[in-house]
């Protein structure tokens, strides 16, 4: 009995913590897949109030709709939603998704706000989403990028395909 006590206790504990998981809502972009309503979210990365030149963006899932938040493992790091460093100031970075090297994400202040920048056919946009479509055996088939033109403040959608 004392046992199923204790352990009733931490099974309550921990709903407790998930219930008071707080998800910011402004993200430098998101990343979502078709396979599932599961999305990676990339957060600026901030020590000091500057821009943290190791990892400017940290990433990780976002759960059960958003009711949990899961961390990103070795592999999805290093093959599909890992951030690379391209270069790195105190007020700006440039950086690439470890799947995707072509695609560079200029991490700076943009009216304030930070902000993740992309250039995709000609048309500079502040990123907002990225949606993969996926095929069978884990294969992309193509990415749109969703965001805001830079100069135009117009909503834009651009499609990679490979």
């Keep these: 009995m004392k ?3 204790i352990s009733f206790l931490l099974c309550t504990l921990s709903c407790l913590t998930l219930q008071a998981i707080v998800i910011p809502k ?3 972009f998101r990343f979502e897949r078709s396979t599932n ?3 990676v979210c990339y957060d600026i990365n901030l020590q000091g ?3 943290c ?3 400017p963006l940290k990433g990780y899932w976002v759960l059960d709709d958003e009711t949990r938040l899961g961390e990103l493992s070795f592999l999805e790091r290093k093959i599909a ?3 690379k460093v391209v270069s790195t100031s105190e007020n700006e970075a440039r950086v690439h998704m470890t799947a995707y090297k072509a695609l560079v994400i ?3 202040k943009h009216k304030g706000k930070w902000v993740g920048i992309v250039k995709v056919n000609g048309h500079e946009m502040i990123l907002k989403k990225m949606f993969a479509q996926m095929k069978p055996a884990l294969r992309c088939e193509y990415v749109d990028i969703y965001g805001t033109d830079i100069n135009t403040g117009e909503a834009r959608r651009e499609r990679i395909t490979q």
């Design 3 to 5: 046992h199923f006590l």
């Design 26 to 28: 402004e993200h430098i």
């Design 37 to 39: 309503s599961n999305y």
């Design 49 to 51: 109030g500057k821009l």
């Design 53 to 55: 030149q190791k990892a």
């Design 81 to 83: 939603f890992g951030i």
């Design 106 to 108: 200029r991490i700076c």
